[in-house]
């Protein structure tokens, strides 16, 4: 690795180099195993779902053995496809996920034409397509990938446009789209661009580009293997890979490099350097941010800026409070990337509206004002109106218990029983696709019957032209939360918002980081606030129960919330990211700054996302509790700057 050595431009052979430098495994990682006694392998359960569950875990370590003898046992159980998956599958790839040519093409076939139209079928053509791609079997990819319906493998996408190039199609601007974020790529992705570049139908500087993109995320040696493919790209070694690798930690350090380095650089290299300086400067969320992107677009460049970058240059203005700048950041804006969300015409509404542009403004708003979503609110309140609820379709109670036989529901009951959400929810959605809005409707009721409540909420939001918030928005404990709320001074509107976006209801639901319950509250937390309130029996086995859930979620909102002075943006953040952070970053500020940005410039992607969602429902439940029109903008205040001060919460 390069520990920030400054590096111009290489020869070939340096080059070539420094990629299988990237490549290679440590030699202190090489030396030869000692070996192992053999163990015995693993009992098999004589419970079937106890079973399955082995036989899905051995499929997820893609290990074949065990998954064939586990499968050998379950001859009658209720779910045979699956059974059948979780048998093939793990012939399909190696033991570190990579697809193997050797699979068992055959029997693939056969389970393709055996549950042809169920989701699992889909799942396993999906498998198969990355295998067909990888041995560079086009003939039967060909035919397979049409069939393939949800199309949501970034894999599998390079693999179909590697098929199109090879037969003399130019597909580099499909390939453009595609390749957008790194974290998806995958062997499919890397062969396409090497043919890419290699047929010409892209240029060096377009691999070199995507090898920054690598960097951007800090995968190194996703980078070094695309570096590989044309050593003339210059990606690590050169200039901008070491700027990208110095702005990730010290973006001061880096615009001085880039400063005394720039004469070695093209104009449009210059400015995708200061674009990538003035990303990782907004999310540090330092002043100096809006000043690198303005050179950025002063020298150009546009073209080889992330997408990352290129919304962070919108961040970095509204931060600064710079209207002007965040207009020409979002005209800047890949088209494909400005139109995927509606914040980015929202705040170019804003930005026309601060401009005297108000007939433009109002045509921007006015797209996305109709969106039952955090910037469709916004929207619809600069146009002067109130947060309203849609009128209610009811359905019946023949055609919510209808859905009862549909297979899809079925096998998602059985899974969901099994605590197998990941399958039961692949079953729920794969069921609910081509349905009409009345149909989704009911069977979004159907699952409020069954106490699905996550699937309730999750299927009522689907539905286009008729809806019912009440499903949208259940509010299930309903006394229990008012009890609590009241006890504390809490709005409940906020308080179910905020579990709305936690847990979906789901009483089991548990975080990776141990969060447990409807509020998703942290042990340690429960642990504080039980002390705080003077529950002396508390035990963790106490969160089970959903009085005891909502009573410390709701007395550490409210502790979160005093902390914070009252503010329910903050607060939010703070709930998801810890008291701490939001302390800090409000602490950077220059100016008192409208809720809206503030959460639009919170640096971490999940917190963003939360509180922006938190405070929309939030919003809804109010109207429905009230009756009454609310106000999204109400809700998010204003946040002024404050020193960082230590927090006792946890």
């Known amino acids: 690795m390069l520990k920030g050595v400054y590096l111009q431009r290489a020869g070939r052979a340096a080059w070539i180099a420094l990629a299988c430098a990237l490549l290679v495994t440590p030699v202190h990682a090489q030396k030869r195993p000692q070996p192992v006694a053999r163990q015995q392998p693993a009992a098999i359960p004589s419970d079937p779902d106890d079973a399955f569950a082995q036989l899905r875990e051995a499929a997820r370590k893609n290990d074949v053995e065990r998954a064939y003898a586990i499968s050998a046992t379950l001859v009658d159980y209720p779910i045979p496809s699956y059974v059948e998956y979780f048998r093939i599958k793990p012939q399909l790839f190696d033991a570190s996920g990579l697809a193997r040519i050797d699979a068992p093409d055959d029997q693939v076939r056969a389970f393709l034409q055996r549950y042809k139209g169920e989701a699992i079928a889909d799942r396993m053509r999906n498998d198969w397509l990355l295998v067909l791609g990888k041995k560079r079997d086009w003939a ?37 789209s595609v390749l957008s974020d790194p974290k998806y790529y995958g062997e499919g992705c890397v062969d396409l661009i090497g043919y890419l570049v290699q047929s010409r139908q892209i240029q060096p500087s377009d691999v070199g580009f995507q090898a920054r993109l690598a960097l951007e995320q800090n995968f ?199 605590n197998l959400r990941f399958e039961g929810n692949r079953e729920w959605n794969w069921e609910l696709r081509g349905m009409t809005d009345r149909e989704l409707l009911a069977a979004a009721e159907y699952a409020r019957r069954i106490e699905l409540l996550d699937r309730t909420v999750n299927t009522a939001d689907r539905t286009r032209n008729e809806h019912d918030f009440t499903l949208r928005f259940l509010m299930p404990y309903r006394d229990i939360m008012q009890r609590a709320t009241d ?137 429905l509790m009230s009756g009454r029109p609310q106000s999204l903008k109400s809700r998010l205040g204003t946040v002024a700057p404050s020193p960082v001060t230590t927090t006792s919460l946890p």
């Open 140 to 176: 039967n990819f060909d035919v397979e990938y049409p069939q393939f319906a949800l199309k949501d493998d970034t894999q599998v996408e390079c693999y179909a446009l590697l098929s199109r190039a090879l037969k003399g199609q130019n597909v580099a601007a499909e390939a453009r």
């Open 220 to 418: 190194i040696t996703l980078a070094g293997k695309i570096a590989a493919l044309v050593p003339e790209a210059r990606v690590d070694g050169d200039t901008l890979a070491t700027i990208v690798k110095m702005a990730r930690n010290d973006p001061s350090q880096a615009a001085a490099y880039l400063s005394t380095a720039q004469g070695t650089l093209s104009r449009d290299e210059q400015g995708a350097a200061w674009g990538v300086i003035g990303q990782f400067a907004a999310k540090k969320l330092l002043p100096e941010a809006a000043g690198y992107y303005r050179r950025q677009m002063e020298q150009g460049g546009n073209q080889w800026l992330s997408d990352d970058s290129q919304e962070w240059r919108v961040r970095a203005a509204l931060r600064q409070g710079d209207w002007k700048q965040v207009r020409q950041a979002v005209e800047l804006m890949r088209a494909e990337l400005r139109a995927k969300d509606p914040a980015w015409l929202y705040w170019y509404g804003r930005a026309l509206k601060v401009d005297g542009r108000d007939t433009e403004a109002q045509q921007n708003f006015q797209q996305i004002a109709g969106q039952f979503n955090f910037y469709g609110q916004l929207a619809s309140e600069e146009l002067g109106n109130r947060i309203t609820l849609p009128a209610r379709t009811s359905v019946s109670d023949a055609e919510a218990m209808a859905m009862r036989t549909r297979p899809g529901f079925q096998r998602a009951q059985k899974f969901y029983a099994m």
């Open 487 to 623: 006890d504390v001074g809490l709005d409940m509107a906020w308080v179910y918002g905020l579990i709305r976006q936690e847990s979906r209801f789901l009483m089991s639901a548990r975080s990776s980081a141990g969060a447990h319950g409807l509020m998703q509250v942290m042990p340690a937390t429960a642990k504080y606030v039980a002390r705080k309130i003077g529950m002396n029996d508390f035990s963790p086995t106490m969160m089970a129960d959903p009085n005891i859930n909502i009573l410390l979620g709701t007395n550490y909102l409210s502790m979160v919330l005093t902390d914070l002075d009252s503010s329910w943006t903050l607060a939010s953040a703070a709930y998801n990211a810890g008291p701490g952070r939001p302390k800090a970053w409000r602490s950077t500020l220059a100016n008192p700054v409208e809720g809206a940005i503030f959460a639009e410039t919170i640096p971490f992607n999940e917190t963003r996302g939360y509180v922006k969602n938190v405070l929309s429902n939030a919003t809804y439940y109010a109207a």
